[in-house]
């Protein structure tokens, strides 16, 4: 009896050391980590649901997230995430083209469509042995990430041009990540889901696009994280971390893809040729911004000519932090590009808070394939 | 006898419902005239760690998975290296094997090969290290739909962090991204979909 009470008391003390140093170790957490161990927690006991539901019919994929607990304010990146795979049909090996794509916020209780302002962004990423290498192209495996697009706040939703779209097998494998966000709630605790709608079309004959990414990358110094934003040289920045989305170029800077703004208009430039990677005069149809809020003003500009491909005027909300719409560039006849053309981004960004808020700047570019297109009327003659 | 019946039948009912997820089959490209063409991971010859030759006879009957890697590598090599170890510590059968071929084939030799598969701590008969002439290694890799280079370059890998997933009929049926926490878990699912095939 007496053993068996040491034991008790042994395996208390125990318990209460690891919730202490438990609860002391969650504390210490920044708000993106602590995000992930409270969703990981709240889906491994079926607290919220922690399931991904998809539903496909002839003309679209419908994928229906976990749920999200929203209980803070979740900064772009910080908020609860979920991600997965989908593929139309593993069974079928057919070729249907991906023309339109939605995500929404809604609830869980009744499905009602809630604000935009609670979607940080929604991925997806192609998989390139599987893409490329179905249609003998392995000269385009490995060559960059295979990243098709992200929608993200200020832009929930687009359609290419009439008569273009995304070539896709229904057996082809897609990985998606979609993210949740809260700047402005502070006196609520609710749930959320994300529902990604992707239309398609297996009947059309469609011209195909490639995507392509670039982003906007800021040299910083690593001891740039406490000094103030005066010292900083111009073009350069205060990374939000060191770890993530941090990039090397070949003079050895150290650059960054995330990155502080603050209370002050501030012009960044960045030199996107090299990340274009152009190699032959492409016309490009479709340009989706990725933009933070504060964000002002975004654009593609061709050096050589001296002309605006795609510009970007941020609407953002007026009585709160967010974005109200980054507009996208979409157009049928496109605008062509060249290899041998110098290309750079230009950023606008005016913060109208005391506190840094963090930016990043991404552009979804999507071309006419035409080696694709050759290859597709000759599969299409065939089947 | 009747309640054994309609039991069988509830079974075989419950059992034609719950509908399996199906791997397709990837090793197979669409050729120049338009035309769907298929391929084997049958013709190749490699060599082990050990000094053995590896060929279609080693994988005949198997499940195996494939990826590119050096030992000298530093960036992604490390994190692959400890899922693969996860892995072939967590899939217990002998119908499954893992191969990793070397793309510094200058320095690692096959004692170094040896050494580092020493370092894993999994059978010599599970994974398998090997090393081949520029020609089979250039061959395999575009069969196993990847590429390496073996120049640095700041914006691309040396290699690929993706495994292929290859059945006993030797064809491919899966990529999955071993930095991606999510595609090993999905490796791991199909590995056991086609033990259980």
Redesign the interface.
Known sequence: MMAFKKCYKITFSILCLLIVSGTIYYSLLSNRHQAIIKTRLLHSLHIIDPEWSTNTTERNILLTSPTFFIDNIYKSMEGPKA???F?LN??K?ELNWMTSYTVKALSPINNKQLSNDLICHFNIDY????H?????L??R???QYPRLLSLSHGIESFSFPKGFGYPFFS?E?F?ITTQALNHNITDSIFNIKHRINIEYTTKEILKPLRPKTIYMMLPFKMDATNKPISQIPENSCIPVETKNHT????AGETLSGHWKIFKEEKKYTYDAT??LDIQDTVTVHQIIPHLHPFAKKFTLKDKTNNTIIYTCDVINHTNKIGLTNTPSFSSQKGIIMYPTHQYELELITKSTLDEPQDMMASLFLFFYDKEMDL?I??????? | MKTNTITMLLLILCISCSKERVLPILSNYIDENGTTRSYLINDYHFTTQLGNEFTIENTKGKIYIANFFFTRCSSICPPMREKLIDIAATIDNKNFILTSYTIDIKHDSLSVLNRYSEGTMISKDKWFFLKGSPEELTSISEKFRTSFSTTQNSNDFYHSSYVALIDTKQQIRGFYDLLNSEAVILLKEDINLLLNE
Do not use: A, M, V
Request: net charge negative.
């Open positions: 991600s997965t795979f593929s593993s069974e090996d998989q390139d042995q599987e490329h290498g179905k249609w003998n392995l000269d495996i490995n060559k057996n494998k990985f990039y090397y170029n070949k090299e990340q290859k009327n000759k599969y299409n003659n065939e089947n």
